[in-house]
């Protein structure tokens, strides 16, 4: 497997639009070993063409003659990678982009689909300025230029504002930059190949040249942890103090459960759940790593799979939700933020909320977060639960919109927080 055919697997594997459909066994790319050379470019095609999808799906049109519709799904993503090349590598051929192409398609038993993208590529070398709508079109800008689909564009509009959505949609098709958790000694132990800046949250500090072995090491050693700004503020809400017994929901890869067990300390105790196997297994290889053994964890989506003895002083719901507020890191949500898609994680919300309200202590504190920037997934969720339930009043509730600054150090994703006391 080279860099292209291990890009092609990475973009199938976001389930994209229109490209979700499953790749044939005698159409899949031989696995093989992959050079660290070969990986990283390979990262990097696939996180363009994400970004750039609607852009490069236009340039297949106009470069063809051809609807969507009458391209094969797997020619289109061939195609997109090899556009992606032209357009957005410059240390890159052109010729050796569409040779490429022409055999990864071969490879693939793609059959006379070899030919047609040899010559819409051939086509593309030749005639490489595309007509594009300008700024002032704003939503086909967005959609082609920017590749947000209009669903998204007209939210972000409804929320903020034409001149800001557009803003915030070429700041999301930037490089996010690398933000991490970390006492003021981090900087003293750097390699000469790493650089750190004090961002302007206290404790944050903005990395450059880190691999990600390093990262990993450093949470390992409980030396610096990578974290936004935005989501880093989550755990103050919880008013945690030594000693406590915490509940951390939906605990992901484990980043807050880090943070509020070296607060309640090991004479505290913290249990942290979430659905996915392959993420409750990381945290509890970070957790042995740093020797945390007074938190637990339990490989469940709802709490009434394990028994709970007592209830908790602490409860966090990092909920699952639309990522609307963190589309630059998380490119392939900008096609997710259609009703169909919000409905869904929204009624998972509510699950997970009611699930969770009556395992709190009463004078307890529950806080719920999102990394969402929809009202829907936030205000009016914390609306509905306490048309639910009497038990709950409302301690603070913080919204927080992508920030708009280009400057790292000023850098923070969106999202939502809503602290609620049980009486």
């Keep these: 497997m080279n860099a292209r055919d291990y890009a092609l697997t990475l973009v199938h594997s976001a389930r994209l639009p229109g490209w979700a459909k499953p790749i044939p066994k005698q159409h899949q790319p031989a696995k093989s070993a992959l050079d660290p050379r070969d990986r990283a470019l390979g990262d990097s095609i696939a996180a363009v063409v994400t970004k750039n999808l609607l852009l490069l799906r236009h340039a297949i049109v106009v470069y063809s003659g051809r609807e969507l519709k009458k391209i094969d799904p797997l020619a289109q993503m061939i195609l997109a990678i090899a556009l992606a090349q032209l357009r957005f590598f410059t240390r890159v051929p052109a010729s050796a982009a569409v040779d490429e192409a022409v055999e990864q398609a071969k490879r693939l038993k793609l059959g006379r689909a070899g030919g047609f993208i040899n010559a819409v590529l051939r086509k593309a070398t030749r005639e490489p300025e595309l007509e594009l709508p300008s700024r002032e079109r704003a939503e086909e800008y967005a959609r082609i230029v920017l590749s947000h689909p209009p669903e998204l564009f007209r939210k972000l509009v409804e929320l903020m504002g034409e001149k800001k959505a557009l803003a915030l949609c070429e700041k999301n098709n930037l490089e996010p930059p690398t933000l991490v958790r970390a ?4 900087k003293l132990n750097l390699r000469e190949d790493v650089t750190a800046k004090r961002h302007k949250q206290d404790g944050l500090w903005v990395v450059e040249g880190a691999h990600e ?7 390992n050693e409980g030396v610096a942890q990578v974290q936004d ?5 989550v755990v103050a809400k919880m008013e945690l103090d030594g000693g406590l017994h915490a509940l951390d929901r939906c605990c992901g890869l484990g980043t807050k459960t880090l943070q509020i067990a070296e607060i309640v300390g090991d004479q505290g105790f913290v249990l942290a759940t979430d659905p996915a196997k392959y993420r409750i297994d990381r945290l509890n290889q970070s957790l042995a790593k740093r020797q945390m053994n007074w938190v637990t964890t339990k490989n469940v989506g709802m709490l009434d799979q394990i028994k709970i003895d ?3 002083d602490r409860i966090l719901i990092d909920a699952p939700c639309s990522n ?3 589309i630059m890191r998380r490119p392939e949500a900008r ?3 259609d009703e169909k898609s919000l409905h869904s994680v929204i009624d998972l919300q509510r699950r997970i909320l009611l699930d969770s309200i009556g ?6 504190v529950l806080v719920y ?7 829907e997934e936030n205000g009016e969720q914390i609306k509905w639960l306490l048309q639910q339930t009497d038990d709950y009043e409302i301690i603070a509730i913080e919204q927080t919109l992508p920030s708009l600054n280009a400057d790292p150090i000023h850098h923070h994703d969106g999202g939502f927080t809503a602290s609620l006391g049980k009486k």
Excluded: E, M, N
């Design 183 to 186: 006492a003021d000694t981090f």
């Design 213 to 219: 072995a390093d990262f990993i090491k450093w949470s």
């Design 229 to 233: 700004p935005t989501s880093a503020s």
């Design 310 to 312: 007592k209830p908790f």
């Design 324 to 326: 609307s507020g963190v």
């Design 335 to 337: 096609y997710r933020q």
């Design 359 to 364: 395992h709190l202590r009463k004078g307890g």
């Design 369 to 375: 977060s999102t990394c969402s920037i929809w009202p």
